[in-house]
């Protein structure tokens, strides 16, 4: 019954925040991770929602002191991802003043920016390169904007800048909503229009189980390139790995030789 899991979800709520409030402050980086983690799936599980993570060949490492770089459909996203890794989210700081979610986005390591003031542009590049230069895996969300899945927007190339002058990778990861039984794209995370959060959740629990696929594709390293020409080449490896095109994703960096040689077993790992 929807009633049900609302309580539950409001239960977890209320755990996530007492977490925050009382073990954060003194929990190590790899605790703080595990609690996020553990949480996050304990979520989309009564969201039901299960997740799919490709792209990494068995026993590789997850990346580290990176940039994710993801198309966006939903507030979910941020679960999803933090399900299969914990990263720093950079988001707006209107976000902050909102109540409980900004107060947990900030005790989980969200990076705000004031869009509208330059200076603080400033501060948050040179933020965000100091801690990916510490190891930590940074996400955004170049788009701007949620979709509903069927195309990736043009990416704004500002935030680029961190990795360019850090001669740091970025990860491109795709993200996708399927029916878990018939395989087939789904709508109801897309928190789109004038869709609230509210509406959204509804959709999400009245909907039969849903997969999110979670793709990653080849690092790229800017080299000689600028914000624009690496986020665009990011953008192209989105697309395609948002379309369950691992394959293509691989090749379209290899030729924008921004990304080292892939051999035919990595892009064999990047399809499956």
């Known amino acids: 019954m929807i009633w049900l899991r609302k309580l539950r979800l409001f239960l977890l709520l209320l755990r996530g925040m ?3 409030a009382t073990v954060f402050p003194w929990a190590s980086t790899h605790l703080r991770e595990r609690m996020i983690r553990s949480w996050s799936r304990k979520l ?3 969201c039901g929602i299960e997740v799919e993570v490709q792209g990494l060949a068995e026993g590789q490492a997850v990346p580290k002191g990176a940039m994710l770089v993801s198309n966006h459909i939903s507030w979910l996203d941020i679960y999803v991802i933090h399900s299969w890794q914990p990263v720093r989210f950079v988001a707006k700081s209107e976000i902050r003043s909102w109540p ?3 107060w947990l986005c900030e005790k989980t390591g969200t990076i705000f920016i004031e869009r509208a ?3 603080d542009a400033h501060r948050v590049l040179h933020h ?3 801690v990916m230069q510490q190891g930590d895996l940074v996400c955004v969300f170049p788009e701007g904007t949620t979709t509903d899945g069927s195309k990736v927007l043009p990416f704004h190339a500002n935030l680029m800048q961190a990795p360019v002058a850090g001669g ?3 990860q491109p990861v795709g993200l996708r909503y ?3 039984a018939t395989g087939q794209p789904t709508l109801a995370p897309a928190y789109i229009d004038d869709l609230s959060l509210l509406d959204c959740l509804n959709a999400i629990l009245k909907s039969p189980p849903i997969k999110a696929r979670l793709t990653l594709g080849p690092q790229l390293l800017a080299g000689g390139a600028g914000r624009r020409e690496l986020a665009e080449a990011a953008r192209q490896v989105v697309t395609h790995l948002a379309a369950g095109e691992g394959g293509a ?3 379209v960096a290899q030729n924008l030789s921004l990304a080292p040689p892939v051999s035919p077993t990595e892009a064999m790992t990047a399809t499956s």
């Open 117 to 119: 003031r330059k200076r």
């Open 178 to 180: 399927l029916d878990a």
């Open 249 to 251: 994703a691989a090749q």
């Open 168 to 170: 740091l990778p970025v």
């Open 44 to 46: 989309l599980a009564i």
């Open 18 to 20: 007492l977490l925050c």
């Open 100 to 102: 409980i979610v900004g």
């Open 128 to 130: 965000i390169t100091e």
